[in-house]
């Protein structure tokens, strides 16, 4: 069974500070990983989605690679700002025609 | 589009009694999943259907929870009888093809079992 790390657990930064969220995986046979945000009390907004093909993907401030060989993918996030406050969680689909989830890092960007 | 949505949006219900879960996936999505969220435990699949056929239903605790979906624009998850351990938010979700594809999630609803 595909299992999700997501480490740390909880990070706080200065407004401003670049920052990377960490996410690795157990099985390398995997078809896209999805990056998501969760606001308490909230359900899960899709951020990111990398194809196994792909390497990485950018929207905005943020940017997902993939390293598939190494189980490893990462969200780096540019100028972070207290709007940016949340728990973002990974998921990693394998062949089971379903997502893995991480079980995320709580980010915390102070003003 | 109005996104995935779920009702009701909170649940409080009595030990033993029946719940039932709502869920309308967004148009034109062909798999709709059903996640549980806990502390202890995070997110996890409950059930996947892919073309309103139940695909993989082996998340689904034990016998007390059921899901159907009648039609492509509907689903229910229902827990009979209800018990406080199953106190968690619960989520569904709809992607276009295959399971593995981008997912998008409703609002969930937060059922607490006294």
């Known amino acids: 069974k595909q299992e999700v790390t997501q480490i740390p657990a909880a990070l706080s930064v200065p407004e401003g500070e670049n920052l990377v969220l960490n996410c690795s995986f157990t099985d390398s046979a995997i078809y896209n990983l999805q990056w998501f945000r969760q606001d308490p009390g909230k359900g899960l907004t899709s951020l990111l989605l990398?194809?196994?093909?792909?390497r990485e993907q950018t929207s905005g401030r943020l940017n997902a690679s993939l390293d598939k060989s190494s189980g490893r993918s990462t969200l780096y996030i540019a100028a972070s700002q207290p709007g940016d406050s949340a728990t973002y969680l990974c998921?990693?689909?394998?062949?089971?025609?379903?997502?893995?989830f991480g079980t995320g890092t709580s980010l915390t960007v102070i003003p | 589009d109005a996104g995935v949505i779920q009702s009701p949006r909170h649940e409080v219900t009595e030990m033993g009694q029946e719940v039932t879960l709502r869920c309308k996936p967004i148009s034109g999505h062909n798999s709709l999943f059903w996640y549980r969220q806990t502390m202890m435990r995070g997110l996890e699949l409950l059930i996947y259907f892919n073309n309103n056929v139940p695909i993989d239903d082996s998340g689904m605790p034990e016998d007390r929870f059921s899901a159907k979906m009648p039609n492509a624009s509907f689903s229910t998850l229902k827990i009979q009888p209800s018990e406080p351990r199953d106190s968690a938010v619960y989520f569904c979700a709809s992607s276009f093809g295959p399971g593995y594809n981008e997912q998008f999630f409703g609002p969930g609803t937060r059922l607490t079992v006294l």
């Open positions: 998921a990693v689909s394998g062949t089971g025609n379903q997502f893995y």
């Open positions: 990398i194809q196994s093909s792909q």
